[in-house]
């Protein structure tokens, strides 16, 4: 290796091949969004047994659903630019450990406002999760498969989900009982045990330790990852400095300055809209299942209703495969179209998705059973569409078109504001169908899909192909090292 002439850092980074140590880091900074993805699931076969067994009405119910989703605003908005401040590897940190401490106070919970409380903590060790684990991976990657390795890690929350749908099956077969849904909210401690115990080995990212003077450190672990020899010049760091905002991005000007405020725009706003359908659906999709396709029980006795929410959550997990094909067309399909052409075909499918619900709910006999097929055509394109597109691209975005001095702050804006949407989609849902009735509402989130479509054709920025310096329109040489943070 001595004998190959030394090359930076970044076109190292960028040109080199996957090995088995990419994969590695992949793999375990991908593992904190399955926890999400379990969180999303298992939230939505809890909540039934929730409002049964606290006497919950719909405003408490949505306020449940949505204190994680609101923890997670925070978590990722306001917390998550620290990794700009203080490293991407140490956030990896503490994040995991506070999930499995809330979750542990969601399972003992005594009374709806004290989950309501545990469940918004919670959703800050979710939220902060997300900005550092897709800067961390984007700054990583080679760049050829850059695109297909950030939505691989997305699509682990497809995982979850059909962790938190075997979880939510088994506890309701073998303790078929409305206090069961503290063992569902507690069961996420063992995966994050597991993730926690295997990630002391991870690395810093080798780009963000070279911009904060670990310049020995960066080209050990670009050389592991690479096997090639790097450098990083004096006359490197002499160039301009660009001194990362790191948390004060947020209240100052950095996310919006003329340079920055169409890929503000570009990669928070589509998330947002997207996110108020994702959830809203989502959390909710067994209770419009039995609405739907069911009719919903009218004998409420508690053998009734707990084989009324085994059966709904066994159809949701069914349709959930259709999460799992919409993750892997959007891993093969992300590098061959693009970014902008997977989440704009992916919103038009997902408003037509819709559609087919609130159609199929308009056609529901006056009995209360209604089309089973139709709704499963529905919530089958919805699924699918919704994963291989805009819900993988709206993660990898963020992480390869904003800069790397601001990389964390602006996903963690991007990912607040889908979490803000998630939290107004997930609140308001079980509010306007007591109010509007089911076809009003899904009719109205396929106008949400809709508009987040043009958003996105109006903003576009494709990084297909492209390195991250040339993507942000800044070399990692331009930014003057800084003094490593205590």
Request: proline share 5%; with cysteine; hydrophobic share 55%.
């Amino acid at each position: 290796m001595s004998q190959v002439k030394p090359i930076g850092i970044g076109k190292a980074l960028d040109q080199a091949r996957m090995t088995k140590l990419h994969k590695k880091v992949w793999l375990l900074a991908g593992m904190g969004i399955m926890l999400d993805g379990f969180d999303f699931f298992i939230i939505g076969v809890a909540n039934p047994l929730i409002a049964e067994d606290l006497g919950v009405n719909a405003w408490q119910k949505g306020l449940i659903s949505a204190a994680a989703i609101v923890g997670a605003m925070f978590g990722a908005a306001v917390l998550g630019p620290l990794g700009d401040k203080l490293g991407r590897r140490r956030i990896f940190k503490y994040d995991l450990w506070m999930f499995v401490v809330f979750s542990i106070g969601c399972m003992v919970a005594w009374d709806t406002w004290s989950l309501i409380a545990f469940r918004f903590l919670l959703g800050i060790a979710i939220g902060l999760d997300y900005p550092i684990a897709a800067s961390y991976l984007a700054e990583v990657l080679p760049q050829k498969n850059r695109g297909r390795w950030l939505v691989s890690a997305f699509s682990l929350q497809a995982v979850g989900m059909l962790l938190g749908a075997l979880v939510g099956v088994g506890v309701l077969l073998i303790l078929p009982e409305e206090t069961s849904w503290r063992w569902m909210l507690g069961f996420g401690v063992i995966p994050a045990l597991i993730i926690i115990w295997l990630r002391r080995g991870v690395p810093e990212s080798p780009r963000w330790m070279a911009q904060n003077g670990q310049e020995e450190e960066a080209i050990k672990v670009v050389e592991e990852l690479t096997n090639v020899p790097v450098i990083i010049t004096d006359k490197d760091r002499e160039k301009v400095e660009q001194s990362s905002e790191g948390i004060q991005a947020l209240w100052q000007p950095q996310l919006f300055k003329p340079d920055m405020i169409r890929r503000t725009i570009f990669t928070s706003v589509p998330w947002f809209l997207m996110d108020i359908a994702t959830y809203g659906v989502g959390i909710f999709t067994p209770t419009l299942i039995a609405a739907l396709a069911f009719g919903g029980s009218q004998d409420k006795s508690n053998t009734n209703f707990i084989a009324d929410d085994i059966l709904s959550t066994e159809w949701t997990a069914v349709l959930d495969i259709f999460l799992v094909l919409g993750f892997a067309a959007a891993i093969f399909l992300v590098e061959k179209w693009g970014r902008i052409r997977l989440q704009t075909t992916g919103f038009i499918f997902m408003s037509l998705g819709l559609v087919v619900l609130g159609i199929s709910s308009i056609l529901q006999g006056p009995d209360g059973t209604g089309y089973l097929g139709l709704v499963f055509v529905g919530f089958a394109i919805f699924n699918f569409f919704m994963n291989a597109g805009p819900n993988a691209t709206t993660y990898a975005l963020p992480a390869e078109i904003f800069p790397q001095d601001i990389r964390a702050a602006g996903h963690g804006f991007a990912a607040g504001a889908a979490k803000l949407g998630a939290a107004i989609g997930v609140f308001f849902f079980p509010i306007l169908q007591e109010a509007i009735g089911i076809p009003a509402l899904v009719f109205g989130m396929a106008g949400i899909c809709i508009l987040a479509l043009i958003v996105t054709l109006v903003f576009k920025i494709e990084p297909a192909g492209k390195s991250l310096d040339e993507i942000s329109g800044r070399d990692l040489s331009g930014l003057k090292a800084r003094p490593t943070p205590p």
